[in-house]
Antibody
Framework: EVQLVESGGGLVQPGGSLRLSCAAS????????MSWVRQAPGKGLEWVAN????????YYVDSVKGRFTISRDNAKNSLYLQMNSLRAEDTAVYYC???????????????WGQGTLVTVSS | QSALTQPRSVSGSPGQSVTISCTGT?????????VSWYQQHPGKAPKLMIY???KRPSGVPDRFSGSKSGNTASLTISGLQAEDEADYYC?????????FGGGTKLTVL
Protein backbone atom coordinates (compact mmCIF):
# COMPACT_ATOMS: atom_id res chain seq x y z
CA GLU A 1 0.00 0.00 0.00
CA VAL A 2 1.34 3.40 -1.01
CA GLN A 3 1.75 5.74 1.95
CA LEU A 4 3.03 9.28 2.22
CA VAL A 5 3.43 10.67 5.72
CA GLU A 6 4.40 14.30 6.22
CA SER A 7 5.91 15.74 9.36
CA GLY A 8 7.72 18.84 10.57
CA GLY A 9 4.96 21.41 10.50
CA GLY A 10 4.31 23.83 13.30
CA LEU A 11 4.24 27.44 14.41
CA VAL A 12 7.13 29.64 13.29
CA GLN A 13 7.73 33.38 13.41
CA PRO A 14 7.97 35.46 10.24
CA GLY A 15 11.48 35.25 8.86
CA GLY A 16 12.02 31.87 10.46
CA SER A 17 12.78 28.47 8.98
CA LEU A 18 11.20 25.05 9.00
CA ARG A 19 12.01 21.72 7.37
CA LEU A 20 9.22 19.44 6.26
CA SER A 21 9.69 15.72 5.67
CA CYS A 22 7.65 13.16 3.77
CA ALA A 23 8.24 9.47 4.42
CA ALA A 24 7.23 7.32 1.47
CA SER A 25 6.47 3.61 1.45
CA UNK A 26 4.75 0.99 -0.65
CA UNK A 27 6.36 1.93 -3.97
CA UNK A 28 9.76 2.40 -5.58
CA UNK A 29 10.38 5.96 -4.41
CA UNK A 30 13.49 6.42 -6.55
CA UNK A 31 11.45 5.91 -9.73
CA UNK A 32 9.17 8.91 -9.26
CA UNK A 33 9.33 12.64 -9.49
CA MET A 34 7.84 14.00 -6.25
CA SER A 35 6.00 17.21 -5.43
CA TRP A 36 4.91 19.46 -2.60
CA VAL A 37 1.47 21.07 -2.84
CA ARG A 38 0.07 23.50 -0.28
CA GLN A 39 -3.33 24.82 0.72
CA ALA A 40 -3.77 27.99 2.72
CA PRO A 41 -6.66 27.97 5.21
CA GLY A 42 -9.94 28.20 3.33
CA LYS A 43 -8.12 28.55 0.00
CA GLY A 44 -7.33 26.39 -3.00
CA LEU A 45 -4.49 24.08 -3.85
CA GLU A 46 -1.16 25.50 -4.98
CA TRP A 47 1.68 23.47 -6.42
CA VAL A 48 4.92 24.46 -4.66
CA ALA A 49 7.80 22.45 -6.05
CA ASN A 50 8.87 19.19 -7.60
CA UNK A 51 12.07 17.19 -7.89
CA UNK A 52 13.32 14.61 -10.35
CA UNK A 53 14.08 11.06 -9.34
CA UNK A 54 17.81 11.67 -8.90
CA UNK A 55 17.45 15.24 -7.63
CA UNK A 56 19.08 16.72 -10.71
CA UNK A 57 16.08 18.86 -11.66
CA UNK A 58 13.98 20.98 -9.34
CA TYR A 59 11.21 23.44 -10.12
CA TYR A 60 9.40 25.95 -7.92
CA VAL A 61 6.41 28.24 -7.98
CA ASP A 62 7.62 31.82 -8.34
CA SER A 63 6.46 32.87 -4.86
CA VAL A 64 8.90 30.51 -3.10
CA LYS A 65 11.92 30.69 -5.41
CA GLY A 66 15.06 31.56 -3.47
CA ARG A 67 13.39 30.77 -0.13
CA PHE A 68 12.36 27.12 -0.35
CA THR A 69 14.50 24.14 -1.33
CA ILE A 70 13.14 20.74 -2.25
CA SER A 71 15.38 17.71 -1.80
CA ARG A 72 15.17 13.95 -1.42
CA ASP A 73 17.04 10.98 0.00
CA ASN A 74 16.24 7.90 -2.02
CA ALA A 75 18.09 5.66 0.44
CA LYS A 76 15.65 6.80 3.13
CA ASN A 77 12.61 7.00 0.84
CA SER A 78 12.14 10.55 1.99
CA LEU A 79 11.24 13.91 0.49
CA TYR A 80 12.04 17.22 2.13
CA LEU A 81 11.13 20.89 1.89
CA GLN A 82 13.45 23.38 3.54
CA MET A 83 11.54 26.62 4.04
CA ASN A 84 13.48 29.78 4.90
CA SER A 85 12.48 33.43 5.25
CA LEU A 86 8.94 32.35 5.98
CA ARG A 87 6.10 34.81 5.51
CA ALA A 88 2.53 34.92 6.80
CA GLU A 89 1.32 34.01 3.32
CA ASP A 90 3.20 30.70 3.54
CA THR A 91 0.74 29.57 6.20
CA ALA A 92 -0.86 26.43 4.79
CA VAL A 93 -1.26 22.70 4.96
CA TYR A 94 1.62 21.21 2.99
CA TYR A 95 0.98 17.97 1.14
CA CYS A 96 3.50 15.55 -0.30
CA UNK A 97 2.17 14.18 -3.60
CA UNK A 98 3.22 11.42 -5.96
CA UNK A 99 2.63 11.64 -9.71
CA UNK A 100 0.72 8.79 -11.28
CA UNK A 101 3.42 7.77 -13.73
CA UNK A 102 6.92 6.66 -12.76
CA UNK A 103 9.61 8.60 -14.52
CA UNK A 104 7.27 11.34 -15.69
CA UNK A 105 7.15 14.92 -14.49
CA UNK A 106 3.88 15.63 -16.18
CA UNK A 107 0.42 14.48 -15.46
CA UNK A 108 -1.39 13.96 -12.24
CA UNK A 109 -1.06 13.07 -8.57
CA UNK A 110 -2.54 9.76 -7.57
CA UNK A 111 -1.34 9.63 -3.96
CA TRP A 112 -1.30 12.38 -1.37
CA GLY A 113 -0.17 12.50 2.22
CA GLN A 114 -2.45 13.69 5.00
CA GLY A 115 -0.67 17.05 5.11
CA THR A 116 1.21 18.98 7.76
CA LEU A 117 0.18 22.44 8.92
CA VAL A 118 2.66 25.29 8.83
CA THR A 119 1.62 28.47 10.62
CA VAL A 120 3.73 31.59 10.22
CA SER A 121 2.79 34.11 12.86
CA SER A 122 4.32 36.25 15.56
CA GLN B 1 2.05 31.16 -13.21
CA SER B 2 -1.56 32.29 -12.93
CA ALA B 3 -4.10 29.88 -11.50
CA LEU B 4 -6.56 28.23 -13.84
CA THR B 5 -10.03 29.76 -13.76
CA GLN B 6 -12.94 27.82 -12.29
CA PRO B 7 -16.39 28.96 -11.20
CA ARG B 8 -16.50 29.51 -7.46
CA SER B 9 -19.61 27.40 -7.03
CA VAL B 10 -22.07 25.18 -8.81
CA SER B 11 -25.12 23.35 -7.56
CA GLY B 12 -27.55 20.70 -8.62
CA SER B 13 -30.25 18.43 -7.29
CA PRO B 14 -29.79 14.71 -6.74
CA GLY B 15 -29.93 12.87 -10.04
CA GLN B 16 -29.09 15.93 -12.10
CA SER B 17 -25.87 16.65 -13.97
CA VAL B 18 -23.45 19.50 -13.41
CA THR B 19 -20.42 20.64 -15.35
CA ILE B 20 -17.44 22.49 -13.92
CA SER B 21 -15.24 24.42 -16.31
CA CYS B 22 -11.53 25.10 -16.04
CA THR B 23 -10.03 27.75 -18.29
CA GLY B 24 -6.34 28.19 -18.90
CA THR B 25 -4.13 29.16 -21.80
CA UNK B 26 -2.33 27.54 -24.69
CA UNK B 27 0.68 27.20 -22.37
CA UNK B 28 -1.11 24.89 -19.96
CA UNK B 29 -4.60 23.42 -20.53
CA UNK B 30 -4.51 23.95 -24.28
CA UNK B 31 -0.94 22.85 -24.72
CA UNK B 32 -0.97 19.44 -23.04
CA UNK B 33 -3.37 16.55 -22.52
CA UNK B 34 -2.39 16.52 -18.86
CA VAL B 35 -5.48 17.89 -17.18
CA SER B 36 -6.58 16.23 -13.96
CA TRP B 37 -9.42 16.78 -11.52
CA TYR B 38 -9.48 16.33 -7.74
CA GLN B 39 -12.30 16.04 -5.24
CA GLN B 40 -11.71 17.33 -1.72
CA HIS B 41 -13.98 16.93 1.26
CA PRO B 42 -13.45 19.21 4.27
CA GLY B 43 -10.38 18.30 6.28
CA LYS B 44 -9.33 15.61 3.83
CA ALA B 45 -6.56 15.26 1.27
CA PRO B 46 -7.51 15.70 -2.40
CA LYS B 47 -8.64 12.60 -4.29
CA LEU B 48 -7.87 12.04 -7.97
CA MET B 49 -11.06 11.76 -10.02
CA ILE B 50 -9.92 12.30 -13.64
CA TYR B 51 -6.49 12.28 -15.28
CA UNK B 52 -5.16 12.85 -18.78
CA UNK B 53 -8.27 14.95 -19.54
CA UNK B 54 -10.77 12.10 -19.57
CA LYS B 55 -9.42 8.96 -17.91
CA ARG B 56 -10.90 7.63 -14.68
CA PRO B 57 -8.81 5.89 -12.04
CA SER B 58 -10.12 2.56 -10.89
CA GLY B 59 -12.77 2.98 -8.23
CA VAL B 60 -14.07 6.31 -9.49
CA PRO B 61 -17.70 6.00 -10.63
CA ASP B 62 -18.39 6.44 -14.33
CA ARG B 63 -20.72 9.30 -13.36
CA PHE B 64 -17.56 11.39 -13.46
CA SER B 65 -16.26 12.34 -16.89
CA GLY B 66 -13.78 14.84 -18.28
CA SER B 67 -13.24 16.60 -21.57
CA LYS B 68 -11.28 19.44 -23.12
CA SER B 69 -11.80 21.91 -25.92
CA GLY B 70 -9.06 24.37 -26.69
CA ASN B 71 -7.94 26.08 -23.50
CA THR B 72 -10.93 24.94 -21.44
CA ALA B 73 -11.35 21.63 -19.68
CA SER B 74 -14.56 20.39 -18.11
CA LEU B 75 -15.63 17.95 -15.44
CA THR B 76 -19.15 16.59 -15.69
CA ILE B 77 -20.83 14.77 -12.87
CA SER B 78 -24.04 13.01 -13.82
CA GLY B 79 -26.60 11.44 -11.53
CA LEU B 80 -25.58 13.70 -8.65
CA GLN B 81 -25.46 12.10 -5.24
CA ALA B 82 -25.25 13.68 -1.82
CA GLU B 83 -21.69 12.42 -1.32
CA ASP B 84 -20.54 14.35 -4.39
CA GLU B 85 -20.85 17.57 -2.41
CA ALA B 86 -17.25 18.73 -2.11
CA ASP B 87 -14.66 21.09 -3.55
CA TYR B 88 -13.30 20.25 -6.99
CA TYR B 89 -9.97 21.37 -8.41
CA CYS B 90 -8.62 21.15 -11.92
CA UNK B 91 -4.91 20.84 -12.53
CA UNK B 92 -2.73 21.15 -15.60
CA UNK B 93 0.88 20.57 -16.46
CA UNK B 94 2.45 23.77 -17.80
CA UNK B 95 5.96 22.88 -18.81
CA UNK B 96 8.29 23.29 -15.88
CA UNK B 97 5.51 23.74 -13.37
CA UNK B 98 1.99 22.64 -12.47
CA UNK B 99 -1.09 24.81 -12.11
CA PHE B 100 -4.25 24.28 -10.11
CA GLY B 101 -7.56 26.01 -10.54
CA GLY B 102 -9.01 28.09 -7.75
CA GLY B 103 -11.52 25.40 -6.89
CA THR B 104 -15.28 24.99 -7.27
CA LYS B 105 -17.63 24.24 -4.42
CA LEU B 106 -20.31 21.77 -5.51
CA THR B 107 -23.52 21.90 -3.52
CA VAL B 108 -26.04 19.10 -3.86
CA LEU B 109 -29.40 20.70 -3.14
Amino acid sequence: EVQLVESGGGLVQPGGSLRLSCAASGFTFSSYWMSWVRQAPGKGLEWVANIKQDGSEKYYVDSVKGRFTISRDNAKNSLYLQMNSLRAEDTAVYYCARPGRPGAVAGYFDYWGQGTLVTVSS
Amino acid sequence: QSALTQPRSVSGSPGQSVTISCTGTSSDVGGYNYVSWYQQHPGKAPKLMIYDVSKRPSGVPDRFSGSKSGNTASLTISGLQAEDEADYYCCSYAGSYTLFGGGTKLTVL
